[in-house]
């Protein structure tokens, strides 16, 4: 009611003459708060009295939600802040994402690059390996023919060994070529290049031989033309006349009980002949047969001796030793298991197929190539505990006899280890140069077990 009456007693302002749009708008504001603070006042003045006592209340709800308002703001420019945020991050990855796809591309191409010049590498050395190809069955058959020619010189100088024992037949050799006037040619190369067919009768040694030497030329040639069935029209007149001489022999008649006898082929005999061992093979001795086995043990009572002693620099040295001496009785084990192994595919057994035989020896030859890496490597830690020996002083505790006598222990330790490593690596050379020339004989041999020509001296 207070609020009401100093309203009404404030004196109404006098209007102002309009004179422009300004003045206008200042009365129109004028009205509206004058307008304004009388309708509140008439509100007041209706309220009931009971009413001022929700004042306080709404006051103090007044109080919350405007504390609310202000955390409704300060959540909202947090999350206004936190969306800037996002946006930002938003951009970054988006712009990482694109930086690696372009990597990503990069590579990609880079690896197609690659792929390509593999493909055009594996296209070359496909190229490469059919001309090796190639040129290894070329060399197969240049082999083969070479064996060939070999057989039949061999054969040719065995003949000739034959028919040339006798002194001075080539003088007579080459009267008679004179005499017969080329009609026979060259009867000496003739009787080298000809070759008893398989079907006619093996002409026995004892034919080649008579009283002091061998037949005469005309007698062989007799009986050649007599065992061949070719007859000798085609020989000279020499060779007709020592016919009848040829067929009073005796010996013709004993050659008619040998038609029956079963001749070796020259194929079993080869083979026989390379499955006799020169020697006894490397991976039939044992290791105590090698010696390493005894050397340990003396190197282990020589390290119990050098313990009992070692002073100062020399207590590590038995403990270093003794590591060597493992790495020693190791090798020497893995090299006695694989001689075991070894004994059981015997190289030179018949029974066992020769892919089988050639692949079990390519293992034995790689694992023994392992074998004599490590054998270097224990050498190699051989040296440098030799070194490490020199480095060690004996202290002042010793005396002078003490001294003399590890120095002796160390010495013969030193020449132990020495000894075995040189048993050990003459172990696993003759091993490995054993396994090499099988293999290399199993290839060499190859070609005569398959090959036998029945025409030796044909051209």
Not at 116 to 133: M, P, S, V, W
Not at 231 to 255: D, M, Y
Not at 418 to 431: D, S
């Amino acid at each position: 009611m207070a609020t009401q009456a100093d309203t009404e007693a404030k004196p109404k302002p006098k209007p102002k003459p309009l004179t422009s749009a300004t003045s206008i708008s200042e009365e129109s504001s004028s009205l509206l708060s004058s307008y304004l603070g009388v309708g509140f006042a008439v509100f007041l003045g209706f309220l009931p009295k009971n009413s001022l006592s929700y004042v306080a209340s709404l006051q103090s709800r007044n109080r919350i939600l405007a504390l609310k308002l202000f955390q409704a703001e300060e959540q909202l420019r947090q999350l206004r802040s936190r969306r800037k945020e996002d946006a930002k991050a938003n951009a970054r990855v988006v712009e990482i994402f694109a930086g690696h796809r372009n990597g990503w591309r990069e590579e990609e191409r880079r690896l197609f690059g690659e792929i390509e010049a593999a493909a055009e590498e594996i296209a070359g050395l496909r190229a490469r390996l059919a001309e090796a190809e190639a040129a290894t069955a070329e060399m197969r058959t240049c082999v083969e023919r070479l064996e060939r020619e070999v057989a039949e010189r061999d054969e040719m100088i065995e003949l000739l060994a034959r028919s040339r024992d006798g002194e001075g037949e080539d003088e007579d050799l080459g009267e008679k070529e004179k005499v017969n006037g080329g009609t026979c040619g060259d009867f000496r190369g003739t009787g080298a290049k000809v070759r008893v067919s398989e079907r006619a009768d093996p002409a026995p040694e004892a034919c080649f031989l008579e009283r002091n030497g061998e037949l005469e030329l005309d007698e062989i040639a007799a009986l050649y033309a007599q065992q061949s069935g070719f007859g000798t029209e085609l020989f000279p007149p020499q060779v007709h006349a020592a016919a009848p001489v040829v067929a009073s022999k005796p010996w013709i008649e004993r050659s008619n009980g040998w038609q029956d006898t079963q001749y070796d082929s020259l194929e079993s005999t080869y083979n026989i002949k390379h499955l006799v061992p020169r020697r006894e093979s490397p991976w039939k001795v044992d290791g105590e047969s090698s010696g390493v086995p005894a050397k340990l043990k003396l190197l282990e009572q020589e390290l119990i001796n050098l313990e009992k002693v070692g002073k100062g620099d020399l207590s590590k040295i038995p403990t270093l030793m003794r590591k060597q001496a493992k790495r020693y009785q190791s090798l020497a084990g893995k090299i006695d298991d694989l001689c075991r192994r070894m004994q059981v595919t015997d190289p030179c057994d018949p029974t066992l197929s020769p892919e089988f035989r050639t692949q079990r020896q390519t293992e034995f030859l790689l694992e023994a190539f392992q074998l004599q890496n490590r054998a270097t490597e224990t050498r190699d830690k051989l040296n440098a505990l030799q070194t490490e020996t020199a480095k060690c002083s004996f202290g002042d505790e010793l005396t002078a006899q003490a001294k003399l006598n590890t120095r002796r222990s160390l010495d013969s330790i030193r020449s132990n280890f020495k000894e075995i490593q040189r048993n050990l690596e003459i172990w696993l050379a003759r091993i490995m140069g054993d396994l090499e020339g099988i293999l290399a004989r199993d290839g060499a041999s190859r070609v005569r077990d398959f090959y036998l020509s029945p025409y030796p001296f044909v051209r």
